[in-house]
Each structure stands twice: as C-alpha cells, then as structure tokens.
C-alpha cells in the first residue's frame, strides 16, 4: 500500500509564497516521477508541474518562473515552491507519485489566494 500526502497549503494574500510537501511512503516502492497537479471546482484537474528522478522538470505556462519543483529521492519527497501567487492559483493542488504500474494521488491540500 503506497500512501502519498501533502502539506503546506493555505492561505496567502497576492504576490505572496507558499511551499508545498508531498511525502509518499510504502514498502518496495520505486517512484519514478512525482508531480503536482491543481483543480477547481468545475474545471478538470491540470498539470502544475512534474521532475522525474533524474531531476528533469516540467511545468505548466502558467506558472514558469514562478513556481520551481524539486524532490528528494532518498525521501520519496517532492516540493513545490510558489512564488508572485495570484488569485488565478487558488485551488486544490494534488500530488502525484508515479511507479511503475500504478499512479498514487494524494488527497489534496487547498491554497487560496485572496486578499
């Protein structure tokens, strides 16, 4: 059984930061890439971001040179820091940890954007 959780959501005024965490864990697991993706109510789910082990990233337009992704391998861990948020990034942001067969979502963390 593969758990993935995230933290660090919340609440910031615009132009502010926030960092998220995404720790998965379970035994004998190989995780391949790790990612974020964010979702608001009506509107599928979209890709934020994702690295894979080597270090190779990838990000959505909307959010190159603000948000930077990184990860921890030996912690299964991958971060997502958010720079010069804007209203427009308020959502729920999920994680996603991807083995070889199975792709393991977290349960989400909310961030709002509002003054």
């Known amino acids: 059984q593969v758990q993935v959780v995230e933290s660090g959501g919340g609440l910031v005024q615009p132009g502010g930061s926030l960092r998220l965490s995404c720790a998965a864990s379970g035994s004998g697991i190989t995780i391949l890439d790790m990612g974020w993706y964010r979702q608001v109510p009506g509107k599928q789910r979209e890709l934020v971001a994702t690295?894979?082990?080597?270090?190779?990233?990838n990000y959505a337009d909307s959010v190159k040179g603000r948000f930077t992704i990184s990860r921890d391998n030996a912690k299964n861990t991958v971060y997502l820091q958010m720079k010069s948020l804007n209203p427009e990034d308020t959502a729920v942001y999920y994680c996603?940890?991807?083995?070889?067969?199975?792709?393991?979502w977290g349960r989400g963390t909310q961030v709002t954007v509002s003054s």
């Open positions: 690295v894979t082990r080597s270090g190779s990233t």
């Open positions: 996603i940890a991807r083995g070889y067969s199975n792709n393991y």
